[in-house]
Every structure is written in structure tokens, then in C-alpha cells.
């Protein structure tokens, strides 16, 4: 009986605490007007320790100059931020400043749930960003976010066996044929040329595929076609020759992620491995401290062009202070904090400015110069604004793409399932 | 009957490799969170760390906020626990002991509502919530892991009620005790076991939930655990192996002890021998 009167006691305690429990949202007359105090959230999705600390810092100088305008910096994570934003965008309780990337929040725009930025952004920051990369976070000459870090495609190479086989990479960039040649003379004695993580291949496949050009689709929305012609089969085609013909990479690094074949190139298991730049930074915190290492030229078929896929910072169209959200936006944006986030993180800052910054803190050592020149190239690519894409990635490219590369296919069925699957997804 | 010295060693040698087979990825846990990035990143990895190494745990206790965000999971599962045993053990008593035709019905429905996946129903649950001032405060998650949990503990409660022997209360009634008395007196201590196998239940549920918390819960100060887990894994499948494996030893002590301590008195038998056959 006492048990249960202490069971009693504690519910009496719980319906005390909700009858308490207010929402935290800011309450706001909502006119959203610049004079008023207001507090905004800020979820940032900041990953390494390096970055967590420049981004609490950006936030809190800009508390300290801005006493009207304060930012709380509340932690999101990568993993879960999607499904979070379609549950809060659909409750009105998205924070009033969102950290995300383009290709995510494209279904975002698309839905109306993101606030127009262009009044508020200034001409400085509109100018610091290439056209390229304004075009994955725009629609019909509106911004829907401000993008801020990029990563890009490169080789990294374990500079030993490149001494030892009499390799050097120099010069602007790396062409595809260098690529398979420098893994085939790196190929022997058990190791192999090249680690390729290729577990999920589509976004390598289709980055990489600007290299010639590949487009996949034409058109946008669902009204978009699948265009799967050589310049777009030419990527997966290279690799499955050095995979087959020269057997140049290891097969079995083709199953696993980026992140797993790093031990393997640290053991001299590959020359190289491609991957996205921002491995640099696990190799610096992990790698045994005699393991040499470098970043190569950003690779090149036809050009050295590959998809920009940039995270961004954005306002919900719902927010009641689009404005100051904006501005803390375009503070964020200024050159020696992206520069601060990017170096943290191991990614390509959008604008020249920080780029330089990153170049001058670092003198271009550990990668530093051909990874930032790796991001000179970086633009919208078409499937970027295919609204089915995620679709078409899951269900159609990567189990195909996938066959492809343990080859279990052909080219020509490959195109195929690529071309057919599209229509299968986008009814 | 004695038992053969050989099926014996059998017998141990069996339970051994249980043992073996269920405390391995604890293990491995362990060790790996005591392992420097370098010995992780390496191609021949070990099962126990070289040089043992407890930046891991400082890295996790500083960084995430896993202290607070195991107050949090705790506050929430006790709750939640809590709150489903009072209104679970009446409602699984009728449902046992009244007959009638809303049972079948009622015990459909149960059944029904627990094929509904989460993603469907949370956009809808978050409506009701936010004009209540429910979102994003503790109470709030612990009506939502209640409701949640509360089918199955009727569902196991009902079984358990259903094996008291009617006998024990219809004495209780010729002694002249009322239906509450019987089922304070007489029910609830033989139902024990099936209440503390449903506050397992229930507190491991609300424990390792993770998506009403993530839409539910903005504020960082009410985080629960698996959402502070969660952020050691960043883009493109990066993970902190090494501060996720301390926290996740850290996060594995409290309900460890929580069922260490219940699950002595997890006993069965108590009612051989209460009514003659």
C-alpha cells in the first residue's frame, strides 16, 4: 500500500511538472522587427571538436557585438537532421536558423518551408560565392540558403610507395588515364594501385561524372528525362576497367565505405584511395605518425568540373525573424569564420576570401592547396534539381551501379537499368 | 535423479559458450573504448587495446552533454514506467477477469495499434502536443512513451492475470474482503514477477527510444541519450568510434543496475503449491 501511494505521489509530481512544463519556443509579437531583443536558435551540425569550437565562437562574438540580436547555438546532428526538419517544418518549431546541405533541403524549397534570402543577404556575400554554387541553393532568382562549405573528390596518395614506384603528381590536375596509369605501376607484390570505397557509388559516380561532362538527367522537377549516354557510363566504365582489366584496385575495397579502406591505405595495403577531401582530417587524427601522405590534382576527363553539393545555412519561411536570422546568416558567411569552420571541418569554403584565408593559415601543407584548388570547379550539377533523385539513388542507381562494379553486368545493362529505372521512380 | 559427471561438463561447457556468445559485443565495447584513433584505424585490429587509453571517456563526458542526457533518459523511463504499471495492472485485471463482448474487441485493437509505424504517426502526435505545450518538455515524452508502451504491458500484464487462480480471490471473498482488497492483497503480490517483467519491458522502450525524442525535444538541456549518441556520427558516415564506445559503455551502466536490482526479484513459483489440484 505504501508502494503505491509513493507510485501515486510520483505521478502527482509528473502532472505538477506538465502542468509547469511551458514550451520553449520565443514568444514574439511577431512583427520580427530589427529593434526589438530577440533570441534565435541556431542548430548547427558542426561534427569535429575543431569545428563545434569556431562555430560556438562565431556565435558568441556575435552575441557580444549584437545585444538585441542573441544566437543560442543548440547542437543537431547529421544523421537524424532530415526526418527532424519534415517534423518540425510540419509543427511550425524549426529553429530559426537551420544548418543542412543543398541537396537535402532541395524537397524543402520545393514544399515552401524556407524563406526567401536575397533581400536580406548583402551584396558582399552574394558576390564572395561563384554563380555555380549560388544555382544549388536558388530558385527562380530566389536564395534559399547561404551556402557555406563544400567537399569535393580527390586522391590522396601514400607518398612512400609514389617515392618508391617513381611516381610524381604534379601540376594542376590529374587526367584519368594518369589515374590508371599511376595505379597500374603502383600494382604489385600483393598491393594494389588504388583503394576505392564505392560501398554507395551514385554520388561519386555522378560528381565524378561531370569530369566528362555526364549529365544523367535533362530537365527539372518530375518532368525531368534520364539521359544515360558514354559521357555518363564513362566514369564506372574507368573504374571497372582498372578494377578487371588492369586489376589496378583491390575488388574488395569497392564493398566498403570511405572510411574503411583507410586502414588498408595506412598499411600499404593501396598507392591511393579516392575519396572525399574531408578523410584528410581523420587520416591527420588516426594515421600512424610515420605514415606519409599526400593530397593529388584534382582529377580531370574532359574538365575538372564535379557536382557542388554545399551545406547551408537557411531560415524557415514560417520564422518570425527572417531578418536578424538573415544577418547573423551573413555574419556567418564573412571570410575568416567560414575559413575557421572549413579548416575545422576539412571542407572547401564557398567564397575566394576564406579559401585564401584557409591557404595563408595553412601555407597549403597537409593537402591544403590542391584540395582548396579541388573546389575551384565545384557547380550545380543536373540532378540537383530532379525531385525524385533520392528515389532513383536508392532504389535504381546504387543496387545497379553496385552489380556493376562487382561485375556481375555489363555496361550496355547498366545504361539500361539507369535509363529504365528512372521511368519506374518518377510516376 | 543424479545427473552424469559427462552431461554435466556438457551442461557447463553450453552455458559457458552462452555466456561467451552474449558478453562478447560488451567486450569488445570495453576494449574499444579504451583503444587510441590509431589502434582503431588499424588493419589488424586486437581484441584488447594495447596501450589503454581513457581520453575516449573524458572526450565523451565533455564534449555531448552524455551526463545530462542520462539524467534525462532516466527521468523519462522511470516515469514512463511508472505511469504504465498504475494504469496498466487495473485495465489488464478487467480485461482478464470481466467477460464480455467488448474483450475481443478491445484486445483487437491492442494488437492493431502496434503495427502502426512511428514516422506515420508522430507528424499527427506533434499537432496534438504543441497546442497542449507538450513539445519539448519532459512530461510531453513521458505521455507519448506511455501511450506507446502501454498495448504490449496490457497485452503481458493480461497472460500473467489470467494464471492467478480465480480460487485465491474467491477465498478472499468467503473471508469477507472487497474486490480492491483482493486484488491489493491477494493479486498484486503474485503478480509480481509479471509487473517487473513489464517495467522491463517498458523501461528498456522508453530507454533506447530515439524518434519521438528527436521531434519532441529541442531544447539541448532535455536531450536523452541516444539523441547525444547520435552526435558522434557526422556526414557521410563519419563516427568517433572511440567517444562513441565510451559513451555507450557509460550509457549501458544504469540499466545494468536497474536490472540487476529488479531481476532478483524476478521469481516465478510463487504460486506452486496455493491451490490443490
Avoid at chain 1, 123 to 141: L, P, Y
Wanted: proline share 5%; hydrophobic share 45%.
Amino acid at each position: 500500500m505504501k508502494k503505491a501511494l509513493t507510485a501515486l505521489a510520483a505521478v502527482g509530481a509528473l502532472v505538477a511538472l506538465a502542468a509547469c512544463g511551458g514550451n520553449s519556443d520565443n514568444s514574439s509579437d511577431g512583427s520580427g522587427s530589427s529593434t526589438e531583443k530577440v533570441t534565435l536558435k541556431f542548430q548547427s551540425l558542426a561534427f569535429q571538436k575543431t569545428t563545434v569550437a569556431a562555430t560556438k565562437k562565431i556565435v558568441a562574438d556575435w552575441n557580444a557585438a549584437n545585444p538585441n540580436i542573441q544566437v543560442e547555438y543548440v547542437q543537431g546532428s547529421w544523421d537524424s537532421v532530415h526526418d527532424q526538419l519534415v517534423t518540425q517544418f510540419q509543427g511550425g518549431t524549426a529553429p530559426d536558423i537551420i544548418h543542412d546541405e543543398s541537396a537535402d533541403i532541395t524537397g524543402f524549397i520545393n514544399q515552401g518551408y524556407l524563406a526567401d534570402l536575397s533581400p536580406y543577404l548583402s551584396q558582399e556575400t552574394k558576390d564572395a560565392v561563384s554563380k555555380g554554387v549560388w544555382d544549388t541553393v536558388s530558385n527562380d532568382g530566389k536564395i534559399y540558403g547561404a551556402p557555406t562549405l563544400m567537399q569535393s573528390y580527390v586522391v590522396l596518395a601514400n607518398s612512400a610507395m609514389f617515392k618508391q614506384a617513381g611516381i610524381t603528381a604534379t601540376g594542376d590536375s590529374l587526367t584519368w588515364d594518369d589515374l590508371a596509369a599511376d595505379a597500374k605501376k603502383l600494382t604489385a607484390a600483393g598491393k594494389y594501385g588504388l583503394g576505392w570505397g564505392l560501398k554507395s557509388p551514385t554520388a561519386t559516380v555522378l560528381n565524378l561524372g561531370m569530369n566528362f561532362d555526364g549529365k544523367f538527367f535533362d530537365g527539372t522537377g518530375k518532368d525531368a528525362k534520364a539521359t544515360i549516354g558514354d559521357p555518363e557510363l564513362e566514369v564506372p566504365k574507368r573504374i571497372h576497367a582498372m578494377a578487371y582489366d588492369d586489376k589496378s584496385i583491390d575488388p574488395t575495397s569497392l564493398t566498403q565505405s570511405a572510411s574503411d579502406v583507410l586502414p588498408g591505405f595506412y598499411a600499404g595495403k593501396y598507392g591511393m584511395i579516392v575519396a572525399g577531401n574531408y578523410v584528410a582530417q581523420q587520416i591527420l587524427e588516426e594515421a600512424p605518425k610515420t605514415f606519409q601522405w599526400e593530397v593529388l590534382p584534382p582529377l580531370k576527363g574532359t574538365s575538372t568540373q564535379q557536382a557542388a553539393n554545399p551545406q547551408t545555412l537557411s531560415v524557415p519561411a514560417e520564422g518570425k525573424h527572417i531578418e536578424q536570422s538573415a544577418k547573423f546568416i551573413d555574419y556567418f558567411m564573412k571570410a575568416d569564420n567560414l575559413a575557421a569552420v572549413g579548416q575545422g571541418d576539412w571542407l572547401i569554403p564557398t567564397t575566394q576570401g576564406a579559401r585564401d584565408a584557409i591557404q595563408k593559415a595553412t601555407g597549403g601543407k597537409n593537402g591544403w592547396e590542391q584540395t582548396l584548388a579541388s573546389g575551384n570547379d565545384l557547380t550545380k550539377a543536373p540532378f540537383q534539381s530532379v525531385e525524385n533523385y533520392p528515389k532513383w539513388k536508392d532504389q535504381i542507381a546504387t543496387p545497379a551501379l553496385q552489380e556493376y562494379l562487382a561485375n556481375k553486368t555489363d555496361l550496355a545493362a547498366l545504361g539500361k537499368k539507369l535509363s529504365d529505372g528512372w521511368g519506374q521512380v518518377n510516376q | 535423479m543424479r545427473t552424469r559427471p559427462g552431461t554435466r561438463v556438457l551442461q557447463y561447457l553450453a552455458v559457458l559458450a552462452y555466456l561467451i556468445f552474449l558478453g562478447f559485443p560488451l567486450v569488445w565495447l570495453i576494449s574499444s573504448s579504451l583503444k587510441s584513433p590509431q589502434e582503431f584505424a588499424s588493419i589488424n585490429p586486437s581484441i584488447l587495446p594495447k596501450h589503454v587509453d581513457f581520453s575516449n571517456y573524458t572526450d565523451a563526458l565533455n564534449e555531448q552533454g552524455l551526463v545530462r542526457g542520462l539524467g534525462n533518459s532516466l527521468q523519462i523511463s522511470i516515469y514512463s514506467t511508472i505511469l504504465v504499471l498504475i494504469v496498466a495492472l487495473p485495465v489488464s485485471y478487467a480485461l482478464a477477469r470481466f467477460r464480455s463482448r467488448l474483450r475481443p474487441l478491445t484486445n483487437g485493437w491492442i494488437l492493431v495499434s502496434q503495427v502502426f509505424p512511428v514516422i506515420l504517426i508522430v507528424i499527427p502526435l506533434f499537432m496534438i502536443l504543441r497546442p497542449l505545450h507538450l513539445t519539448n518538455t519532459i512530461p510531453g515524452v513521458v505521455i507519448v512513451y506511455m501511450v506507446w508502451s502501454l498495448p504490449f504491458a496490457l497485452w503481458m500484464l493480461q497472460g500473467y492475470v489470467a494464471a492467478v487462480p480465480r480460487e485465491l480471490e474467491e477465498a478472499a471473498s468467503v473471508d469477507g474482503a472487497s474486490r480492491v482488497r483482493t486484488i491489493v492483497s491477494i493479486v498484486m503480490p503474485l503478480l509480481r514477477p509479471g509487473l517487473i517483467a513489464t517495467a522491463m519491458f517498458t523501461f528498456i522502450s522508453a530507454w533506447n527510444e530515439f524518434f519521438f525524442a528527436l521531434v519532441l525535444l529541442q531544447d539541448p538541456q532535455l536531450k536523452t541519450l541516444p539523441l547525444v549518441l547520435a552526435r558522434f556520427v557526422g556526414a557521410e558516415g563519419q563516427v568517433q568510434f572511440g567517444p562513441l564506445a565510451a559513451a555507450s559503455v557509460l550509457a549501458t551502466v544504469p540499466s545494468l543496475v536497474f536490472f540487476a536490482f529488479l531481476q532478483r526479484r524476478l521469481t516465478s513459483g510463487l504460486l506452486s503449491g496455493a491451490v490443490k489440484g
